[in-house]
């Protein structure tokens, strides 16, 4: 162990008069100590030490003692002398004061640096030396060859990789794409890495973490410069911007958005415009580099190509793939080009260039030839070791020989990053005060210094992992160096919850990398937290996989990860895997003990309202919100609430799912948890919208749109724009209706939302067809596929152009396909009909009732009627009213009028009391739902406007009802 010690003359009145010159003075002779490899000794002031079994520490330790020298050089006005000294102990032994005090006083001349005698063997290597009774003095380096580091650059060059990257760059290749190939990865990218060097270029880097189950996007949200984000002068789109800066900022709070994938491509598009549109301003070439392409998953694959396809050569960017694989499908068009190992002669003659301090050829040969075809990096370790030892035995041996000459922090941060067993986030490290003992600068240097020595590997975006796996068994791993490390992880584990929790997400890459460091309670918390994070950002691949990888152990965890299941099976709406995942015991029906029963009492609420049984869907509300309550979960109050209002509304119990649809969003809202207050929200406003206060509605409809735009809930979003279009029909404002649906269309085209877009064109039709644009909405009906809605809305039109038989035709053939149509009850909007997707909520799953086929079969009957099939069609109409009779069936009124319309004058089926009761009981219907409307103006509207209850108006003036 070396140590150097730098006297200051009267150091301790000098802190007292001059404490800012001092405090500078010592923060600038560490920067150079922790540069140079070596630490703090903390038992002696100013005294530093440095653990170097091989030269390139050495030598760093020796060039920054002169640079230290010219430090206290510009301040000596202000010191009253110094000097510093050289000296060395054996590993096991520690520096004494007493025996420093004594080699102080050899000392004859101040302002120079002083050599113990002991270590007078680095004179004949390292240093010109002249002798002081018994010290030297220590005058000057001698030459030297590159240090090991530099000896790396010139040994992992690769020049057929730079003549094609200059070629590139230069001449503006056409072809405008590189892909080389290497079995060993990291000799390409230390090549690349050394000709960007070079270069002085600093390219956009897709890194990748081969980890199966990462997120697909995550390589490109490493790749993002805050430079371009806070260039505002390129940026067309200031939300894609804000989107970006989050994700550069680490707050994936935007994944959230449930088209978060369509917006990030849009974003992220914008973004390479303004970076190559920077790179071309600073006269820089834009260089893309994309790490092992074939290992991105297939939709992150699927984005690189579509982005390779928008930018051509004349867009002034480049792209380089650096692979391990040859090209797969996504880019099977692209020439490889491969890296082959150069031959034995060749490599001796690269490394004799390298590191020419090394004489011995059959040295070298014994390097390549046990090293094999491993890659040039292993090589560079292998002449480490050589320059300790002159012998080469494998490259384990070489990593645990560099390993013990490092001192005892970074040791320590080698073993944790090991430990960790994941890419480890340098930020996250620094916080870590309790038990990590060194500063951010220091840790940076440290880090820099161990991807120098190829111990550990930058991935990108300040993360880092262990670059050789396991660590070697001969590598010492004493119980209390294991004990310190633990306690390091435990705490980066808290660190790291803390800030889950801040941000409203988690992360299971992460995640599973400290799960064994966290205590029992925080591993369910975290596991929970993450599972309902990545639920509800419908993120689903991400969490099967993740799912995969968790082995259940206790109660507790089995109700975690069953909810974990049982939610994701219900959101992708398929009830034939569900039920395999039931067989398989992979999903229990059955209540368990533990904690977190409330977190899977609430997805069994939501699989019996999928399956139909509304009444044990309401228990199990019941039990999971008692269970949230008592154990203060108000996040789990907003949904277990909501699901009890959904419970029952399917019910049609309106006034209590009402207040329920109130209590989630007001908990909702004092939480700020801005997915369940959204989703109360929405879902209450459809509740008011149900129950037939459409004033209230509107007004609501408004407010949460815009919130829903902004935290970019577009299923929400679309869903209340359609609920916006369908309250504009109902008030009769018909021509607003369809530019609103119309403008919904164009919205959801947009993002690929295809169900909801064509529900949005068919009204947009019929819409136009109300407002007396019948050939126009027609038209457009026609050029859709043919769905049961759609020929209603068609027959619709037929019966406003007095073309009652086609009607008819059309409701015939619309009523064969209904019959076959089958209805799925799932936490997602049934987007198969614009009836379902708002009144659908009103009916359990287990019942036929449908406000389409209502609708359609009314209109059918009534026709009949009218068109001389009298018997039959009352006798159907008949079924339809003793139906019809519910409080809050919707659209009754119409029913029961067009049931007397049917009846009237036709004396052989009725009475015209009976036509009298059937129309008195359709005013009743359409007052009492009027009644419920608190804005005059909008019920005015909504009685004289909409075409059906003008009708029932009209009618009861002519009889005098009104």
């Given at each position: 162990m070396f140590y150097f010690y730098v006297e200051i003359f009267s150091w301790k009145q000098l802190i007292k008069l001059e404490p800012d010159l001092m405090e500078q003075l010592q923060r600038d002779i560490e920067d150079l100590v922790y540069q140079s490899g070596g630490a703090v000794y903390d038992e002696i002031p100013w005294v530093y030490m440095f653990s170097s079994s091989y030269k390139e520490t050495l030598w760093r330790l020796l060039d920054n003692l002169f640079s230290m020298v010219d430090i206290l050089k510009n301040n000596s006005e202000n010191l009253h002398g110094y000097s510093i000294v050289v000296t060395q102990q054996t590993e096991n032994q520690q520096l004494?004061?007493?025996?420093?005090?004594?080699?102080?006083?050899?000392?004859?001349?101040?302002?120079?640096?002083?050599?113990?005698?002991?270590?007078?063997?680095?004179?004949?290597?390292?240093?010109?030396?002249?002798?002081?009774?018994?010290?030297?003095?220590?005058?000057?380096?001698?030459?030297?060859?590159?240090?090991?580091?530099?000896?790396?650059?010139?040994?992992?060059?690769?020049?057929?990789?730079?003549?094609?990257?200059?070629?590139?760059?230069?001449?503006?290749?056409?072809?405008?794409?590189?892909?080389?190939?290497?079995?060993?990865?990291?000799?390409?990218?230390?090549?690349?890495?050394?000709?960007?060097?070079?270069?002085?270029?600093?390219?956009?880097?897709?890194?990748?973490?081969?980890?199966?189950?990462?997120?697909?996007?995550?390589?490109?949200?490493?790749?993002?410069?805050?430079?371009v984000l806070d260039n505002n002068k390129s940026w067309t789109d200031q939300s894609y911007k804000t989107l970006?800066?989050?994700?550069?900022?680490?707050?994936?709070?935007?994944?959230?958005?449930?088209?978060?994938?369509?917006?990030?491509?849009?974003?992220?598009?914008?973004?390479?415009?303004?970076?190559?549109?920077?790179?071309?301003?600073?006269?820089?070439?834009?260089?893309?580099?994309?790490?092992?392409?074939?290992?991105?998953?297939?939709?992150?694959?699927?984005?690189?190509?579509?982005?390779?396809?928008?930018?051509?050569?004349?867009?002034?960017?480049?792209?380089?793939?650096?692979?391990?694989?040859?090209?797969?499908?996504?880019?099977?068009?692209?020439?490889?080009?491969?890296?082959?190992?150069?031959?034995?002669?060749?490599i001796i003659e690269i490394m004799e260039n390298a590191f020419p301090q090394f004489s011995k050829k059959n040295?070298?040969?014994?390097?390549i030839q046990e090293n094999g075809p491993r890659g040039m990096l292993q090589k560079f370790l292998a002449a480490v070791y050589m320059d300790r030892a002159g012998q080469w035995e494998s490259l384990e041996h070489t990593i645990g020989e560099i390993y013990n000459s490092l001192d005892s922090n970074a040791q320590n941060l080698v073993l944790l990053m090991y430990d960790y067993n994941g890419p480890m986030d340098m930020k996250l490290l620094q916080s870590c005060k309790v038990n990590f003992p060194l500063e951010p600068n220091r840790l940076k240097d440290m880090v820099e210094r161990l991807c120098e020595l190829a111990l550990i590997e930058n991935i990108g975006n300040n993360y880092y992992r262990a670059l050789w796996g396991n660590i070697p068994s001969l590598i010492s791993n004493d119980t209390n160096s294991q004990t310190i490390r633990r306690r390091v992880i435990e705490e980066y584990a808290t660190v790291m919850l803390e800030q889950w929790k801040a941000k409203g997400l988690a992360d299971p890459w992460q995640y599973l990398s400290i799960r064994e460091f966290m205590d029992e309670e925080s591993a369910l918390m975290s596991l929970n937290m993450l599972i309902q994070w990545l639920v509800e950002n419908q993120l689903f691949l991400p969490l099967?996989?993740?799912?995969?990888?968790?082995?259940?152990?206790?109660?507790?965890?089995?109700?975690?990860?069953?909810?974990?299941?049982?939610?994701?099976?219900?959101?992708?709406?398929?009830?034939?895997?569900?039920?395999?995942?039931?067989?398989?015991?992979?999903?229990?029906?059955?209540?368990?003990?533990?904690?977190?029963?409330?977190?899977?009492?609430?997805?069994?609420?939501?699989?019996?309202?999928?399956?139909?049984?509304?009444?044990?869907?309401?228990?199990?509300?019941?039990?999971?919100?008692?269970?949230?309550?008592?154990?203060?979960?108000?996040?789990?109050?907003?949904?277990?609430?909501?699901?009890?209002?959904?419970?029952?509304?399917?019910?049609?119990?309106?006034?209590?799912?009402?207040?329920?649809?109130?209590?989630?969003?007001?908990?909702?809202?004092?939480?700020?948890?801005?997915?369940?207050?959204?989703?109360?929200?929405?879902?209450?406003?459809?509740g008011i919208f149900l129950f037939g206060n459409l004033s209230l509605a509107e007004r609501n409809v408004q407010q949460q749109l815009e919130l829903s735009q902004r935290e970019g809930r577009r299923d929400r979003e679309f869903f209340l724009g359609f609920l916006q279009g369908r309250i504009l029909f109902e008030l009769?404002?018909?021509?607003e209706a369809s530019q609103c649906f119309s403008q919904l269309y164009h919205r959801t085209k947009k993002f690929d939302y295809l169900d909801c877009g064509a529900a949005s064109i068919r009204w947009q039709a019929r819409s136009l067809i109300y407002h007396g644009k019948i050939e126009q909405g027609k038209k457009i009906l026609n050029g859709l596929d043919q769905t049961p809605e759609g020929l209603f809305f068609l027959a619709e039109g037929d019966f406003f152009s007095k073309s009652e038989h086609s009607a008819l035709k059309k409701l015939k053939e619309a009523r064969q396909i209904e019959q076959s149509r089958v209805y799925n009850w799932s936490q997602k909007t049934d987007w198969s009909d614009g009836f379902q997707a708002i009144e659908g909520w009103l009916y359990s799953a287990s019942r036929e009732d449908n406000v389409l086929r209502d609708q359609m079969e009314t209109m059918y009957l009534y026709l009949n009627v009218k068109t001389g099939l009298a018997t039959e069609a009352m006798q159907g109409l008949n079924r339809l009213l003793q139906r019809g009779d519910h409080p809050f069936r919707p659209y009754s009124h119409k029913y029961f009028y067009l049931c007397s319309k049917a009846l009237q004058g036709r004396k052989q089926e009725s009475t015209e009391e009976d036509y009298m009761v059937l129309l008195s009981k359709a005013i009743e219907k359409?007052?009492?739902?009027?009644?419920?409307?608190?804005?005059?103006?909008?019920?005015?509207?909504?009685?004289?406007?909409?075409?059906?209850?003008?009708?029932?108006?009209?009618?009861?003036?002519?009889?005098k009802f009104i």
């Open positions: 004494n004061k007493k025996e420093l005090d004594e080699l102080c006083y050899l000392i004859t001349e101040d302002k120079q640096i002083w050599l113990d005698p002991k270590c007078n063997y680095l004179a004949e290597e390292h240093l010109n030396l002249e002798h002081h009774s018994k010290i030297f003095k220590v005058l000057s380096l001698k030459s030297r060859g590159p240090l090991l580091c530099e000896g790396k650059k010139i040994l992992c060059k690769n020049m057929e990789m730079e003549n094609h990257l200059n070629e590139m760059i230069n001449q503006n290749n056409p072809k405008n794409i590189l892909f080389f190939t290497n079995s060993v990865i990291q000799d390409l990218k230390t090549a690349f890495s050394i000709w960007l060097e070079d270069q002085k270029i600093e390219p956009m880097v897709l890194s990748i973490n081969q980890e199966a189950w990462q997120l697909t996007y995550y390589p490109f949200f490493q790749s993002l410069k805050k430079d970006l800066e989050s994700l550069e900022n680490e707050n994936y709070s935007f994944l959230a958005r449930d088209y978060f994938n369509v917006d990030f491509k849009a974003a992220y598009f914008e973004y390479l415009q303004c970076w190559v549109k920077m790179a071309s301003e600073k006269k820089k070439p834009a260089i893309i580099l994309v790490e092992e392409p074939l290992k991105l998953k297939e939709e992150a694959r699927s984005f690189i190509r579509n982005l390779m396809d928008k930018w051509k050569p004349q867009n002034g960017c480049s792209w380089v793939f650096l692979s391990s694989e040859k090209p797969g499908l996504e880019f099977e068009d692209l020439s490889s080009i491969s890296m082959v190992e150069e031959s034995s002669e060749k040295v070298k040969k014994n390097i099967r996989d993740f799912l995969a990888n968790i082995s259940v152990q206790s109660e507790s965890m089995q109700n975690v990860v069953n909810s974990g299941r049982l939610s994701m099976a219900l959101l992708m709406n398929k009830r034939q895997k569900i039920q395999e995942m039931i067989d398989l015991g992979q999903i229990n029906l059955g209540a368990a003990g533990g904690q977190y029963i409330e977190e899977s009492r609430l997805q069994l609420a939501r699989y019996y309202q999928f399956t139909g049984d509304p009444d044990q869907a309401l228990n199990f509300s019941k039990e999971a919100l008692f269970g949230f309550q008592k154990t203060g979960n108000h996040r789990g109050e907003v949904f277990a609430n909501l699901e009890l209002a959904l419970a029952l509304l399917a019910q049609q119990k309106m006034g209590t799912a009402l207040d329920y649809f109130e209590i989630s969003r007001r908990i909702g809202n004092q939480l700020n948890q801005s997915y369940g207050l959204i989703l109360a929200s929405s879902l209450e406003t459809m009769g404002e018909y021509k359409l007052q009492s739902r009027a009644g419920r409307f608190d804005d005059q103006k909008k019920k005015n509207s909504y009685l004289q406007k909409n075409y059906w209850n003008r009708c029932i108006i009209d009618e009861a003036q002519k009889k």
